[in-house]
Nanobody, 128 residues
Framework: VQLQASGGGLVQAGGSLRLSCAVS????????MGWFRQAPGKEREFVAA????????YYGDSVRGRFTISRDNAKNTVYLQMNSLKPEDTAVYYC??????????????????????WGQGTLVTVSS
Protein backbone atom coordinates (compact mmCIF):
# COMPACT_ATOMS: atom_id res chain seq x y z
CA VAL A 1 0.00 0.00 0.00
CA GLN A 2 1.34 3.40 -0.97
CA LEU A 3 0.07 6.81 0.07
CA GLN A 4 0.86 9.92 -1.94
CA ALA A 5 0.07 13.26 -0.35
CA SER A 6 -0.13 16.44 -2.40
CA GLY A 7 -1.50 19.96 -2.33
CA GLY A 8 0.87 21.64 0.08
CA GLY A 9 2.40 25.03 -0.61
CA LEU A 10 2.82 28.58 0.55
CA VAL A 11 -0.29 30.53 1.54
CA GLN A 12 -0.96 33.74 3.43
CA ALA A 13 -2.63 33.72 6.80
CA GLY A 14 -6.38 33.51 6.40
CA GLY A 15 -6.09 31.59 3.17
CA SER A 16 -7.08 28.05 2.25
CA LEU A 17 -5.49 24.90 0.89
CA ARG A 18 -6.81 21.45 0.10
CA LEU A 19 -4.55 18.48 0.64
CA SER A 20 -5.13 15.19 -1.11
CA CYS A 21 -3.84 11.74 -0.35
CA ALA A 22 -4.12 9.06 -3.00
CA VAL A 23 -3.93 5.48 -1.76
CA SER A 24 -2.96 2.52 -3.89
CA UNK A 25 -4.55 -0.89 -3.66
CA UNK A 26 -8.07 -2.30 -3.49
CA UNK A 27 -8.71 -1.99 0.23
CA UNK A 28 -8.93 1.78 0.64
CA UNK A 29 -12.64 1.69 1.37
CA UNK A 30 -11.97 -0.53 4.39
CA UNK A 31 -9.34 1.73 5.96
CA UNK A 32 -9.69 4.38 8.59
CA MET A 33 -7.70 7.40 7.44
CA GLY A 34 -5.92 10.12 9.34
CA TRP A 35 -3.94 13.30 8.87
CA PHE A 36 -1.07 14.27 11.13
CA ARG A 37 1.37 17.15 11.01
CA GLN A 38 4.82 17.89 12.32
CA ALA A 39 6.25 21.36 12.70
CA PRO A 40 10.01 21.94 12.97
CA GLY A 41 11.28 20.99 16.40
CA LYS A 42 7.92 19.63 17.51
CA GLU A 43 6.34 16.22 17.90
CA ARG A 44 3.94 14.85 15.35
CA GLU A 45 0.41 16.05 16.07
CA PHE A 46 -2.98 14.55 15.25
CA VAL A 47 -5.02 16.70 12.87
CA ALA A 48 -8.06 14.74 11.71
CA ALA A 49 -9.41 11.25 11.09
CA UNK A 50 -12.28 9.66 9.21
CA UNK A 51 -13.69 6.17 9.35
CA UNK A 52 -14.35 3.98 6.30
CA UNK A 53 -17.87 5.25 5.63
CA UNK A 54 -17.32 8.95 6.44
CA UNK A 55 -19.81 8.47 9.24
CA UNK A 56 -17.32 9.36 11.96
CA UNK A 57 -15.07 12.39 11.77
CA TYR A 58 -12.55 13.50 14.38
CA TYR A 59 -10.48 16.67 14.70
CA GLY A 60 -7.66 17.98 16.81
CA ASP A 61 -8.56 20.89 19.07
CA SER A 62 -6.31 23.31 17.20
CA VAL A 63 -8.01 22.75 13.83
CA ARG A 64 -11.63 22.01 14.74
CA GLY A 65 -13.96 24.40 12.94
CA ARG A 66 -11.33 25.36 10.34
CA PHE A 67 -10.33 22.05 8.76
CA THR A 68 -12.56 19.41 7.17
CA ILE A 69 -11.60 15.84 6.39
CA SER A 70 -13.40 13.89 3.70
CA ARG A 71 -12.88 10.88 1.48
CA ASP A 72 -13.93 9.53 -1.88
CA ASN A 73 -13.80 5.75 -1.82
CA ALA A 74 -14.36 5.56 -5.57
CA LYS A 75 -11.17 7.57 -6.10
CA ASN A 76 -9.13 6.00 -3.28
CA THR A 77 -8.47 9.49 -1.97
CA VAL A 78 -8.77 11.31 1.32
CA TYR A 79 -8.83 15.10 1.52
CA LEU A 80 -8.09 17.77 4.08
CA GLN A 81 -9.70 21.14 3.40
CA MET A 82 -7.89 23.77 5.41
CA ASN A 83 -9.49 27.19 5.83
CA SER A 84 -8.58 30.24 7.88
CA LEU A 85 -4.98 29.12 7.96
CA LYS A 86 -2.68 30.49 10.63
CA PRO A 87 1.13 30.68 10.77
CA GLU A 88 1.04 28.03 13.49
CA ASP A 89 -0.44 25.60 10.95
CA THR A 90 2.92 25.56 9.19
CA ALA A 91 4.13 21.95 9.17
CA VAL A 92 4.69 18.87 7.09
CA TYR A 93 1.33 17.15 6.76
CA TYR A 94 1.18 13.37 6.59
CA CYS A 95 -1.69 11.10 5.65
CA UNK A 96 -1.94 7.68 7.21
CA UNK A 97 -4.05 4.55 6.81
CA UNK A 98 -5.31 2.25 9.53
CA UNK A 99 -6.34 -1.23 8.40
CA UNK A 100 -9.25 -1.03 10.85
CA UNK A 101 -12.29 0.64 9.28
CA UNK A 102 -13.49 2.09 12.60
CA UNK A 103 -12.10 2.97 15.99
CA UNK A 104 -15.16 1.59 17.80
CA UNK A 105 -15.75 4.48 20.17
CA UNK A 106 -12.14 4.64 21.31
CA UNK A 107 -9.60 7.40 20.82
CA UNK A 108 -7.12 5.14 19.06
CA UNK A 109 -7.26 7.43 16.02
CA UNK A 110 -5.23 9.98 18.00
CA UNK A 111 -2.20 7.70 18.19
CA UNK A 112 0.22 7.70 15.28
CA UNK A 113 1.27 4.17 16.27
CA UNK A 114 -2.24 3.03 15.42
CA UNK A 115 -1.74 3.56 11.70
CA UNK A 116 -0.25 0.94 9.41
CA UNK A 117 0.76 2.94 6.35
CA TRP A 118 2.11 6.46 5.92
CA GLY A 119 2.60 8.87 3.06
CA GLN A 120 5.71 10.93 2.49
CA GLY A 121 4.30 14.23 3.68
CA THR A 122 3.55 17.54 2.03
CA LEU A 123 4.79 20.88 3.32
CA VAL A 124 2.34 23.63 4.21
CA THR A 125 3.77 27.05 4.95
CA VAL A 126 1.52 29.85 6.18
CA SER A 127 3.00 33.33 6.09
CA SER A 128 1.86 36.11 8.41
Amino acid sequence: VQLQASGGGLVQAGGSLRLSCAVSGRSFSTYGMGWFRQAPGKEREFVAAINWSSGSLYYGDSVRGRFTISRDNAKNTVYLQMNSLKPEDTAVYYCAADRKPNWYGTTWYLRDGEYDYWGQGTLVTVSS
